[in-house]
Structure formats: structure tokens, C-alpha cells
């Protein structure tokens, strides 16, 4: 399927945007929890900020369930991967506490409502019983994406990344660990980067979600608003080209990453 984007102004329209369909999703969804697929890193960064002013407001949150894609691994003595310090800046764990979870909570005690608690991340050692953790629970209801800028990588999936991929240990590619290098300042030297991640996989994503939205922002991200206007189905070269075989996709994009002026 081929995608025609939305273009808003900027990053922050497009995170008040996705910010309202999640209220919006949550409200029809009732008392059930609210899986979120969520990736760490600047894109979706405005939509936690638009999240928080809505829990400022007064909206309950409290059945949001934060599902990360993906975290860095590295080795212990004895070679088996296990997720990097939390408190380090680049782990994703670390970030959903400090990004999402906590800001909601403070927000929401400013306004006398319940915050969100629960936060998902895959295990290293039994990576697949992510997919199954998730499945149990019905699935995921929006799976919010983003393009690397270079390589396509969604979540930690590298180029050749199979569309039957489930959660798994992945080898990060040098375009993908230089990407983050600019996401993550703490980086400055490639050799600084986690070698390993783990990451939701590709059927993950499109298998296990009722619903996805893919968000471009910024002029870096020109060659992937290319790939992913022009695509019509999962090409593995450019794995966040997953979003055209999602149900109901939902692809935004602000105007500097469309080269769109006015």
C-alpha cells in the first residue's frame, strides 16, 4: 500500500497530533489498558511533551501501558547480553523512565489524577517471549515509528532485516550507531556505541499492532521521506517501509522533512 503523508508545520504539531489520537484511542477503548508501542530517540520526543500537558490538564493516563521497541545490549563476562545501565543516556529503559513515565507522573500529581506505571521492555536472555507477552495481551494498540535517517532502521531492525523477524538480538550496522551518535551527545566517538541491541522485530511490528503511525521530522530525514512516499510494500533495505503493510497506517511528516515550504 502506498502511503500519502499529512504535513503539519513542525515536530510539535506533529506530536500534538499523535498525542491527541491517543487520547482519543484510549477513550474508545474504555477501561481496557492502552498498549503504546514506543521508540526512544527525538522523534517522538514531542509527543510524550504533548502527552504530559495533557496529564497537566487533567486527563487519565493511568491505563496507558508503555511498550518499548528496543534497548542497547552488551556482553557480560561470560557473553551473555544483558540491556545497558538504565542510568547511562543512551539506554532506552533509562529514557522511557526519564522521558515518559516520570514527567507523566509529575504532571499528574500536579493534577490529582492517577499516573501511568507500567513499562515493557524485552529481555535479552528470552527475547521471543516479548512477542508472546504482548500477544497475551491482545496486542499492541498503536505502535508509534520512525526512519533512521541513513539506513532506514525502525526500531534496531538493520537493513536485511526479514519480515518474519520477531524479537531478537540484532548486530548494529555503523549507519544505525552513527545515526544515534546525533541522538544520543554522550557519543562522541563511534567506538562509544553499543555493537548489540535488542529489538522488537519486524512481524512485531506489523503483526502485533491493530493500528501504526510513522513520524518523519526534520531536514535529515529527506532520503526517508523518499523511500517511504515512493514505497509500496516491505522492502528490506529500507526496514521502516514496514509501515505499508501495517493495519491502518497513519503516516506524518512535518514540512522540513518534506521540503516543503511556505
Known amino acids: 500500500m502506498q502511503l500519502t503523508p499529512e504535513i ?11 498525542a491527541d489520537g491517543i487520547l482519543q484511542r484510549m477513550a474508545a477503548k474504555g477501561d481496557a489498558p ?7 530517540g527525538r522523534t517522538a520526543v514531542p509527543v510524550y511533551e504533548a502527552l504530559t500537558r495533557h496529564a497537566a490538564a ?21 557473553g551473555v547480553f544483558r540491556v545497558v545501565d538504565p ?11 526519564r522521558e515518559i513515565l516520570g514527567p507523566l507522573a509529575e504532571a499528574a500529581a500536579r493534577a490529582g489524577t492517577t ?22 495481551a491482545g496486542g499492541i494498540d498503536l505502535f508509534l515509528l520512525a526512519s533512521g535517517d541513513s539506513d532506514g532502521h ?11 523477524a520477531g524479537t531478537h538480538i540484532v548486530e548494529l550496522g555503523e549507519a544505525t550507531r552513527r545515526d544515534n551518535m546525533d541522538t544520543f551527545p554522550e557519543f562522541t566517538d563511534l567506538a562509544m556505541v553499543p555493537l548489540h541491541g535488542v ?37 528490506p533495505e529500507w526496514p521502516a517501509t514496514i509501515i505499508t503493510e501495517c493495519r491502518r497506517p497513519t503516516f506524518l511528516a512535518d514540512r522540513a522533512a518534506a ?4
Open 8 to 18: 503539519l508545520p513542525d515536530p510539535d504539531a506533529v506530536g500534538s497530533a499523535v
Open 34 to 40: 492502552f498498549l503504546l508501542g514506543c521508540p526512544s
Open 58 to 78: 487533567g486527563a487519565d493516563l493511568s491505563r496507558l501501558v508503555i511498550v518499548m521497541m528496543d534497548d542497547y545490549v552488551v556482553p557480560d563476562a561470560d
Open 87 to 97: 542510568d547511562a543516556s543512551y539506554s532506552c529503559l533509562g529514557f522511557a523512565q
Open 115 to 136: 499516573a501511568p506505571t507500567e513499562l515493557w521492555t524485552a529481555d535479552p536472555a528470552d527475547p521471543s517471549a516479548y512477542d508472546e507477552r504482548i500477544a497475551a
Open 154 to 164: 525502525v526500531a534496531f531492525n538493520q537493513p536485511g532485516t526479514p519480515r518474519d
Open 199 to 235: 529489538t522488537v522485530g519486524i512481524e512485531t511490528i506489523a503483526g502485533q499492532s491493530a493500528e501504526a503511525i510513522m513520524m518523519l521530522c526534520g531536514e535529515h530525514k529527506h532520503e526517508a521521506y523518499r523511500r517511504l512516499t515512493t514505497a509500496t510494500a516491505y522492502d
Open 259 to 262: 521540503a516543503v515550504r511556505v
